[in-house]
Each structure stands twice: as structure tokens, then as C-alpha cells.
């Protein structure tokens, strides 16, 4: 079992939708958790992090984190093109290593 | 406040040569962490430094080696090289090594 899991997708949404983005972990003492962004032939772009269990709201982006599950999402309203990406999920034990996931690939149709 | 900044952003190098990358981390962080991408592995993690000291080791060869400097910069080197060590190298900076991390442009590296 990887320790971050995503679906490679791809997710296509259209303009104006909710993109939902999942992702679960399996280290259950894990603490730290985090979204980012990244575009083709760039470096990968911190969206949010959440640390407690619940949402976490940041602009069209908001976070959901259920440690019980080990899961996390984040969800993006009102989908716009330029949100066309793979959204990496990472997540921190506790250590000094964050493990990333694979990443799901994220299409936006105008 | 400036980002983190690796140096040089693209290299070519035949195999059996080494090679040495350059990170600057945000100013105030401490912690450097420095990971490999490859499309097939995704974003792996090579090593973890903190004031000049590696807390954290991932699980490549020998070959990968770090080291920070008491400034925070960070440096990595990979000796020997190998056709499969083409990938894009990233560091990232943060205050804890716990917390939030940012990520320099990369550097590509390609191995002929």
C-alpha cells in the first residue's frame, strides 16, 4: 500500500463546476497535510494546508481532513481553465520527511 | 520576500560524472529538503536538513549526497552518474521541516 494515495485521474470538470480533489493516507499519526498546485515544466506551487480535523476555507479553495478515515480532500468551486494541473497531496508524519502523493491531473473545459 | 532559488536550472552530463546543485532557501528558514521528480516515481524524497545537520534520509544510493552550510544554503551532489538519474531536482525551504514547504524552480538535470 503506497502511503499517499490519489487517483491519477484525469478529473475533467467544466467551467464554473466543483472540482473535488481526494487523497488518503496510511500512517494514522500522521499530523501535517497539504495541497499543492503544479503546473507542466513547473515547480509545485503550495495551495493550502490543514493540520485539525474539518474544513479549512481559503478563497475558491477549501480543505477537508478526517483523521478517522485518513482521508483528505480539497475541493475547488467555480472551476476556472488556469486551475488545469496535477494537485499533489503530501502529507507529514511527524518526522522530518513529507511523502507526497502521485498526484491527480485536474482539466478545466471552457 | 524572495523564494527559494536553486542554481543552475538546467544540466547536461554524461555518465559517470557528478554533479553539484545549489539551493537558497526563504530568508528565516531553516530547514531544506531536496526531492527527486521523475514522471514514473513522482516527486521522491532525497534528504532533510537542519542547521547544518541531516535529520532525515530517503532511500537512494550513496551516490546522492547533501550538505548545509551555516547560512542555510544547502548543496547536493550525485556522483557517478547514471541515464537514470535524469529527472527534475527541487529543494524546498520551511521553518520546521514539519511545517509548510516552498519550492525553488528546479534544476533539470539530463544524463547522456
Known amino acids: 500500500q503506497k502511503e499517499v494515495e490519489q487517483n491519477s485521474g484525469p478529473l475533467s470538470v467544466p467551467e464554473g463546476a466543483i472540482a473535488s480533489l481526494n487523497c488518503t493516507y496510511s500512517?494514522?499519526?500522521?499530523?501535517?497535510f497539504f495541497w499543492y498546485r503544479q503546473y507542466s515544466g513547473k515547480s509545485p506551487e503550495l495551495i493550502m494546508s490543514?493540520?485539525?480535523?474539518g474544513d479549512k476555507e481559503d478563497g475558491r479553495f477549501t480543505a477537508q481532513l478526517n483523521k478517522a478515515s485518513q482521508y483528505v480532500s480539497l475541493l475547488i468551486r467555480d472551476s476556472q481553465p488556469s486551475d488545469s494541473a496535477t494537485y499533489l497531496c503530501?502529507?507529514?508524519?511527524?518526522?522530518?520527511?513529507?511523502?507526497f502523493g502521485a498526484g491527480t491531473r485536474l482539466f478545466v473545459k471552457a | 520576500k524572495a523564494g527559494v532559488t536553486q542554481t543552475p536550472r538546467y544540466l547536461i552530463k554524461t555518465r559517470g560524472q557528478q554533479v553539484t546543485l545549489s539551493c537558497s532557501p526563504i530568508?528565516?528558514?531553516?530547514?531544506v529538503s531536496w526531492y527527486q521528480q521523475t514522471p514514473g516515481q513522482g516527486l521522491q524524497f532525497l534528504f532533510e536538513?537542519?542547521?547544518?545537520?541531516?535529520?532525515n534520509k530517503g532511500n537512494f544510493p550513496g551516490r546522492f549526497s547533501g550538505r548545509q552550510f551555516s547560512n542555510s544554503r544547502s548543496e547536493m551532489n550525485v556522483s557517478t552518474l547514471e541515464l537514470g538519474d535524469s529527472a527534475l531536482y527541487l529543494c524546498?525551504?520551511?521553518?520546521?521541516?514539519?511545517?509548510?514547504?516552498?519550492f525553488g524552480p528546479g534544476t533539470r538535470l539530463t544524463v547522456t
Open positions: 490543514i493540520y485539525s480535523n
Open positions: 530568508s528565516g528558514h531553516r530547514s
Open positions: 500512517d494514522r499519526v500522521s499530523q501535517s
Open positions: 503530501a502529507v507529514n508524519p511527524g518526522g522530518f520527511k513529507t511523502i
Open positions: 536538513y537542519f542547521s547544518e545537520t541531516q535529520r
Open positions: 524546498a525551504s520551511s521553518v520546521s521541516g514539519r511545517d509548510e514547504q516552498y
